[in-house]
């Protein structure tokens, strides 16, 4: 960390950085407001086979007869279901070169650095704006070894088989009202199948942007990794900032072979007007891991539990969580592992921060199910509180229904204080060099774990949120 | 010029409160000069150091306290290091997660800023500095990779510290009781961390409950402080007698000369 590049960061910074947006129109948007019309239009827009169109009829009756979940946050109840546009279509073509990408997207995503980072260090990318990805592209070398980086409508168009026997098996519609709801409306997001034995060994990168006013943005992601193979997955957001709120409610899906090995991260960033509603989980076979990398610093409300099922002998998860809550913000992060067999193995690590008021939930379920003799879990869950007005809660669930299990949990609360900042001030440091410094060695346990270039990301946007330009 | 810490008739107290710990303490040091400062427990030294610094749990209610000219009492902790001040604490703070070399950089960087159109001291060139620290304090060349204090022993910490002070080249330092715990190996690098240091740019305070330290680091000057004031100051002699004689000795000559101590 460099004192003169931290007070370039520090300086000039007063507001969300990625709040810009541009005002061009969309060539399609549906009504606001959803009713079963909206669902049939969409997936007439998107000229679905039948199953689909049947799949999210049955999804949006579901959405229906859900009651607004009453945990979480009380912020939940401030949705209005009625106030979004569930499908925006920003252009009518998908680029796979930068040149076919209209130049006003292209704009916000070279001000997002986004095709920079293509060159330089992924296997490939999507980029998806409002409902529709507006680029894809997957290196050469990749696609020569029979890996499929798709947007998801490409994938459903394109490999109808894979996605029909994968699709909503790992989070069925029925799961909960935000995954019915993503399930009723989805557009866009990622398809991505690796082969057996292949190892993608750079990254490839997903970027979600909404731009429109009360958009809702409901993409689908599934992942297939085969027996043996590896794949990291990452993803980065950004919304402009608006006064009326905004929604994202994905879906991620995953299945993980036997001996394959996936990683996902995530490193999300929306404004500060976002409702971000999220279900992630994935399925894990025979000596298979999954990795979940889970940083969440923007949002208005965060409520998001990456999940691993873990189903076969062998299987591991690691779930890496990470939680910025600042200002008016509420993150309520966390993981849930569930073993289903015996001999597998899990790691949770979270740590949250609150600043200003912010408050920021852990609320994890580690669950031993029937058959799963000879299972480790370990949790660890460590909040640091930056002020008094800040909160911390911690929500661990432990569902053990089997025995000789072994399971542990240790959970820290830390404030910083007076004696830290004053060591550190008195090695000439300001106070807020100071906090940021005690808080990217705070998060440094998965500021490690990250690509280079996101942790240099992670420590930016921490700096910014440290410097009280934002909120 | 060198330049001069001016202590005047200064009064702290623990913040909010009415708890007085210095009681009027006058003390002058120029960069040149190395002040031991003695006393009892309890007596108020490392308030002392700590209300340089600026510590927030202590407050000055009166008397002067400067720098080269500068109220210190306007200026804070970090403004009172970048001017060149630099505190060696009793008990430094651990901070997982930072690696010292990295916490040194930044500090670095901060109270020796390039000068306009010039770089930051460059990555290499710093690790350098880092490893030479390090041996000079006897010091693995790993502790650079280490996270700040998190698992070093107290003696460890200790040389930490003055291999920081190495680094970060203050003008005047206070090294609060930086010997207490050491073996005497372990003191005799600390001192010459500091004799090492020693010239016309430097000047120090250096706060001992043990007259050992001074065997190695010779003090121009010695202070005695007792319920909040410097009640007796001599040169090295002085820091033998104490040692010999004990501090009621020093009550009675205080007593002698009719000033309450």
Not at chain 1, 159 to 177: A, L
Not at chain 2, 11 to 28: F, N, Q
Request: charged share 25%; net charge negative.
């Amino acid at each position: 960390m460099s004192e003169t590049h931290d007070r370039e960061l520090l300086e000039g910074l007063d507001t969300y950085k990625y709040g810009f947006y541009d005002t061009a129109e969309p060539v399609f948007k549906t009504e606001k407001g959803l009713n079963e019309d909206v669902v049939r239009m969409i997936s007439a827009k998107k000229n679905e086979p039948q199953w689909m169109l049947e799949f999210r009829l049955n999804a949006y009756r579901e959405f229906i007869s859900k009651p607004m979940p009453n945990w979480g946050s009380p912020l939940l109840q401030e949705v209005n279901f009625d106030d979004i546009y569930y499908y925006i279509k920003p252009t009518d073509r998908q680029g796979d070169t930068w040149e076919d990408v209209p130049s006003y997207i292209k704009e916000t995503f070279d001000k997002l650095g986004i095709p920079e980072a293509e060159k330089t260090m992924l296997a490939g990318i999507g980029a998806q704006y409002d409902s529709e990805v507006v680029y894809h592209n997957l290196k050469e070398q990749w696609e020569k070894l029979g890996v499929t980086f798709l947007d998801m409508d490409s994938g459903l168009r394109e490999y109808p088989q894979i996605v029909r026997e994968y699709f909503g098996t790992v989070v069925p519609p029925s799961d909960n009202k935000f995954a019915a709801l993503n399930s009723a409306v989805w557009s866009g997001g990622s398809f991505v199948y690796v082969p057996k034995g292949v190892k993608v060994e750079i990254p490839l990168q997903a970027y979600f942007r909404i731009n429109a006013k009360n958009a809702g943005q409901f993409e689908r992601t599934l992942i297939i990794a085969e027996e043996g193979s590896f794949v990291h997955y990452v993803e980065g957001c950004t919304a402009p900032m608006y006064s009326s709120d905004s929604l994202h409610s994905a879906v991620v899906e995953i299945i993980v072979k036997a001996n394959a090995r996936v990683r996902y991260t995530t490193i999300q960033n929306w404004s500060y007007n976002v409702f971000n509603l999220v279900t992630k989980r994935s399925v894990v076979y025979r000596n298979g891991t999954m990795e979940w990398v889970d940083g969440n610093l923007g949002s208005k409300l965060t409520m998001k539990y990456p999940a691993v099922y873990l189903l076969e002998p062998g299987a591991h998860g690691e779930i890496l969580s990470l939680a910025f809550a600042g200002p008016n913000q509420h993150q309520d992060a966390g993981a849930k592992v569930l073993h289903f067999a015996p001999h597998t193995t899990s790691n949770i690590v979270s740590k949250s921060i609150a600043k200003g008021g912010g408050r920021a939930s852990y609320r994890g379920l580690v669950k031993a199910g029937p058959n799963s003799k000879h299972s480790k879990s370990f949790t660890r869950c460590d909040a640091l509180l930056i002020d008094d007005r800040s909160q911390s809660d911690t929500y661990p669930v432990m569902d053990i229904e089997e025995n000789q299990i072994e399971i542990g949990h240790e959970a820290t609360v830390s404030k910083v204080s007076s004696e830290q900042i004053f060591y550190l001030q008195s090695r000439g440091l300001s106070e807020s060099e100071a906090e940021a410094m005690i808080i990217a060695g705070f998060i440094e346990p998965i500021a490690k774990e990250l690509p280079m270039e996101y942790a240099l990301e992670l420590n930016r946007l921490i700096q910014l949120q440290m410097s009280g330009s934002v909120g | 010029m060198p330049k001069e810490l001016r202590i005047e008739n200064l009064h702290v107290r623990i913040a909010g409160t009415d708890t007085e710990i210095l009681k009027g303490l006058t003390l002058r040091i120029r960069q040149g000069e190395i002040h031991a400062l003695m006393g009892p427990n309890g007596a108020g030294k490392s308030t002392l150091g700590a209300a340089i610094m600026g510590h927030p749990n202590y407050e000055v209610t009166e008397g002067i306290l400067e720098w080269d000219g500068k109220n210190l009492l306007e200026m804070k902790t970090d403004e009172r290091a970048r001017a060149g001040l630099f505190l060696a604490f009793q008990y430094p703070i651990e901070l997982p997660g930072v690696t010292l070399f990295n916490f040194l950089r930044s500090s670095y960087n901060a109270i020796h800023p390039p000068a306009e159109g010039q770089k930051p001291i460059g990555a290499v060139m710093f690790h350098k500095m880092v490893l030479d620290a390090l041996q000079l304090l006897d010091m693995d060349p790993s502790f650079s990779q280490r996270y700040l204090n998190d698992g070093f022993s107290g003696g460890e910490k200790k040389r930490c510290e003055v291999m920081q002070m190495q680094i970060l080249k203050p003008q005047m330092a206070i090294l609060d009781e930086t010997d207490s715990g050491l073996d005497i190996d372990a003191l005799k690098i600390v001192a010459n961390g500091v004799n090492r240091l020693r010239g016309d740019n430097f000047g120090a305070l250096v706060i001992t409950h043990y007259q050992r330290l001074l065997d190695y680091l010779t003090p121009d000057f010695v202070h005695v402080l007792m319920n909040g004031r410097i009640v007796l100051s001599g040169d090295r002699e002085l820091a033998l007698e104490l040692e010999k004689r004990g501090y009621d000795w020093v009550r009675e000559v205080v007593e002698a000369k009719g000033v309450p101590a």
